[in-house]
Every structure is written in C-alpha cells, then in structure tokens.
C-alpha cells in the first residue's frame, strides 16, 4: 500500500510507514515536468540560464520571465508550477528588503538561502496547505565591502553599508538550489528540471570546483548546457533566458542583469555550432561500426 501513497498522500503533514511523505515527492514531479533551470558559480560571478518552452505561439518574445531579481545582487530561477515560483520570488524579495532594513546591508546568499528553505519546509507540516511546486536556483554575488564591524551590522562604517572585517574574505560567489521539501545546499554547478541530468553530466565535466571559469566562458558554457538538455524536449521551440551577476569591477558592476542581447546571441550561435559537431561526430561513428 504504501508504494503507491494509498491512504499516505491525502495531507502533507503525515508520512507513511517507510518514511516518505508523498505530497513532496509529488511536487518534485511537478519540477521534473518543467524547463530545465542551471546556475553556475564562476570565479568572478554567477551565471543563471533557463530553458524556457514555448506553449504558444501568440506569446510574447521575453515576456514571462522565469528568472527574477530579487536584490540589486541577487537573482533567482526556477522550474515547476509558475505562480508557485512567483510567490517564492516575492518572499525572497521580502526576506532581502527585511534585513536591508534592520541591517542597512544587503542580505548574504547564504542566509538568504537560509531563510527561504525554512520557508518551503513551513509548507510541507501543515494539512491546510501544499508544498511548493519548484526547485529555485538562488545566485548572488556578495560584496567583501558590506559585512560586519566589531560584530555590528550596519554600523555606518565608510565602506558600504557594514564596513569590511579585516583578515575575513566572506565576499564573493554565492549559488544555492532549494528543493520543494525545503532542502538546500550550496553549488558549484546546480540543475533542475527536465533536463537536469543531461545539465549536471556537462556541469561535472567543467570541473567548477578549480573556480577557474570566467564569466565569459560561463555563458557560453551555460548556453551549450541549456540547449544539450533541450535535447529531450527538441519537438518543442524554447528560449533561452540568461543573468548574470558579476563583482564590482566586473560587466555588471555587483548587480544582477540580464547578459546583454549581442553577447547572448553569440552563445546561442556558439552552442548551436557545437551540437550539429556532435551530432555529425555521431553519425560518422555509426558508420564506421556498420
């Protein structure tokens, strides 16, 4: 009985005899039907690309964005149920715009993350309401300038909002994924969706660990990812929809936009070049073993 949830899986406040509680297991269903979604942590920022399906074709070209900012510094994409990820980007908005507040700084990735799994973890105790049908991609660059004085936050030191620690380096990269029950961890490389495992397999080999990727080489590296776990789905059209968020001397200066336009198209033709050469290496192969 319990394998298929019969009698388990009428509320998401009760687990069956095994252990499992359905209703999360459900809304990770909900997430592998949606557009694969894939941040990446680079040396100098953090890069956020979503495969985004076209259901129709009176839609409009860059409308229904499935990456949303969040702070100036942070960004968040997600795949699943849409108004789900709607609301959770409103909380997160919320969450930023509390600590700025009280803190007079922006809120780290870190605790950022922090605060939004506890809040998806909320959702899955109770009867009167669901898990969250998303996993969310959180991505921010945190500025080395706006942390701590003498363990005061927002002490109206000169530098930033904080003030800078001397001999602690807390700045830099930051990427998270948040599951629906509520799970979060830090990555290097993060995936969901779809496509998620033909993502992380190409995410594995760019060994992010090393940090030497640039931001650059990470959008074009992004851009061939999304298009290679589009593969599955390639009856379908999509966009693809890409952000990034550099350091302070970097393209964006420490804010969260979207990659400009030139450059994004140039990693789509770079991508598409690179999937019709393994697809031709493919075929030769094939053709040698007959």
Known sequence: MTSIGTGYDLSNSIFSPDGRNFQVEYAIKAVENGGTSIGIRCKDGVILAVEKIIT????????????????????????????????????AREEASSWRSLYKSPIPTASLAERLGSYVQM?????YVRPFGITAIVGGWDSEGELEVDGQVGSG???????????????????????????????????????????????EKLDLAAETLS????????????????????DKEFELEMTWISKRDGPTKGRHEQVPKDILEEAEKAAKKALEGEDEEEAVAETMEE
Not at 215 to 234: F, N, T
């Open 56 to 91: 129709s074709k009176l839609l409009k070209k860059g409308a229904n964005k499935r990456i949303a900012t969040v702070d100036r510094n942070f960004g968040v994409a997600f795949s699943g149920l849409i108004p789900d990820g709607r609301h959770f980007v409103s909380r």
């Open 123 to 127: 959702y899955t105790l109770y009867q």
């Open 215 to 234: 931001l650059e080489q990470g959008v074009k590296e992004a851009a061939r990812i999304i298009y290679i776990a589009h593969e599955d789905s390639k």
């Open 157 to 203: 030191s000169k530098t930033g909002g904080g003030g800078k620690v001397p001999g602690i380096n807390s700045g830099g990269p930051g990427l998270y994924m948040i599951e629906p029950s509520g799970l979060y961890w830090g990555y290097y490389g993060a995936a969901t969706g779809k496509g998620r495992q033909a993502a992380k397999s190409e995410l």
